[in-house]
């Protein structure tokens, strides 16, 4: 049998085909398939090493193994996302579009790490020594005893850290620069850039330095996406933000040594990302409290909660297929609100485009932002305008019954912390547990909350 000497590997999902095809079947991209040899790949490794296996002993749960402290960096809203600190011996990668920031963020957190007397060191693979210290410069880090180097040979990076003491963590910039000679394909492909990560997850292991890998995912996944190492790490951190918005957030996708969802937020600015310890407030800045269609979302991400403005726009079509589009939020859930306003709440919306916004560049995916999308949407249609001080939360059944969401409790909390006086909402349950800080306005119906708006916005109407 003639023996296969090199394999097709889609660069976007990490499937494998046998022959060259210029469509992925199994992520529907296009052009992404590369030609990689096998000779010299992780599965001809472990081909190669089929033979005796070494006897190791087995141990229990319970050891005398005390767990090192985590590394904080002091970085609150870093710090959080990862679950109180950086794991000594894990792996983290960071993913997110080029020029989102990681960098900076990165270079920041080993600057805040050096002087809390940690060792960092900071492999940067893209930049040369003086680019790397000309942007710590600009944000007056260049006194922080960070170790640098431009380097992209993954063993030369390994023999050079193993050489002496163990740094605290190790900054890999980015990943797919990383090549490794126990394979032969070509810088940026799938098969070394899970190379590479293997041999810098394995030094993380043994070694027991925090390191993180910087991955850029790019929209039309022509390099290598991160995706092939995500699951080979301990947790996996994205970095969102658009380039409209100066916001930036830092969401846990995956984490062994912490909760998932929780988020970071920070601000880009002329020195560096800045931490916004107060979300909402940003969120909610720059808001036109008299124009109709924007509802207050009391949301939550991981453990804290965050009110963003849901904007709607409803307008006349004149298309013969009405338009839909949603910024920062389900499409699915979209439609399935404007189902049941349509069925239980008796609105015509079928010769309307509709827009949908959630401002801020936030992505919202709760189903607790069902009702503020409603009310939105109504308020849109109706032009009637929403009290300004009143927050929304509650999640829509396809019966039109509004249903109880978690954390209702503290959503109230930080609405009534950000001055707002009234809260549309499902009732708290009955037992007592929970009492509102603000007045709640049970809503059960959306059809109640439909005819409240629109009474609302009748009675308004003689004044203005
Ligand atoms: P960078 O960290 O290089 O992005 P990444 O490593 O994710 O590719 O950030 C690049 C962008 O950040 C660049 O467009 C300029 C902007 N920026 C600022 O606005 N202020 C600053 O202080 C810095 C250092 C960068
Ligand atoms: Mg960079």
């Known amino acids: 049998m003639a023996k296969l000497r090199s394999t097709f590997i889609c660069q976007n999902c990490g499937a494998v085909s046998q022959r060259w095809q210029g469509k992925c079947e199994a992520c529907g991209e296009w052009n992404s398939i590369v030609e990689e040899s096998l000779s010299s790949g992780i599965g001809a490794q472990a081909a190669r090493g089929a ?10 749960l319970t050891g005398q193994h005390k767990p090192e402290p985590r590394i904080v960096a002091g970085i609150g809203e870093l710090d959080r996302v990862t679950g109180g600190g950086f794991v000594p011996g894990s792996v983290i990668l960071i993913g997110g579009e080029p020029g989102i920031g990681k960098s900076t963020l990165l270079i920041q957190a080993c600057a805040a790490l050096a002087h809390r007397k940690h060792r960092v060191v900071y492999i940067s693979g893209e930049e040369a020594v003086a680019q790397v210290r000309l942007r710590a410069e600009r944000l007056g880090l260049a006194s922080a005893p960070v170790e640098l180097a431009a380097e992209t040979s993954v063993e030369d990076i390994i023999a050079t850290l193993r050489q002496s003491r163990t740094p605290g963590l190790v900054i890999i910039d980015s990943i797919q620069t990383m090549w490794t000679d126990s394979v032969d394909s070509a810088p940026g492909t799938v098969t070394q ?6 041999a810098l997850i394995r030094y993380a292991k043994t070694s027991g330095a925090a390191v993180i890998l910087v991955g850029h995912v790019t929209k039309d996944g022509q390099i290598a996406g991160p995706r092939v190492v995500e699951h080979m790490v301990d947790a996996v951190i994205s970095f969102e933000g658009d380039g409209g918005h100066h916001f930036r957030i830092l969401r846990a996708v995956k984490n062994r040594f912490g909760a998932t969802d929780e988020i970071g937020v920070f601000e ?9 310890a107060n979300p909402s407030a940003l969120f909610l800045s720059g808001r036109d409290v008299t124009a109709p269609g924007a509802a207050v979302f009391a949301g939550m991400e991981g453990t804290r909660p965050v009110l963003v403005e849901v904007q709607a726009l409803v307008a006349p079509t004149s298309l013969g297929t009405p338009r839909r589009a949603v910024v920062g939020w389900d499409s699915n859930r979209l439609a399935m609100v404007i189902a049941v306003l349509e069925a239980h709440a008796g609105l015509r919306l079928g010769q309307h485009d509709i827009y949908l916004n959630v401002a801020g560049g936030l992505r919202v995916g709760e189903p607790a932002a069902d009702l503020a999308a409603a009310a939105a949407l109504v ?5 009637a305008q929403l009290p300004s001080d009143a927050a929304f939360f509650g999640e829509i059944g396809l019966s039109g019954a509004i249903r109880p969401v978690i954390h209702a409790g503290l959503r109230l909390k930080e609405a009534a912390k950000l001055g707002f006086k009234s809260a549309v909402a499902p009732p708290l349950p009955g037992d007592g547990g929970e009492t509102s800080p603000i007045p709640l306005r049970p809503a059960t119906h959306i059809a109640g909350v439909v005819a409240d708006i629109a009474a609302a916005g009748v009675a308004a109407k003689p004044k203005g």
Do not use: H, N, W, Y
């Open 268 to 276: 880009m600015t002329g020195q560096g990302l800045s931490e916004v």
């Open 51 to 60: 033979g005796k296996g070494r006897i190791f002993p087995l141990e229990g």
């Open 379 to 383: 308020s849109s249609l109706t032009g």
């Open 193 to 198: 850039v899970r190379g590479s990560a293997q």
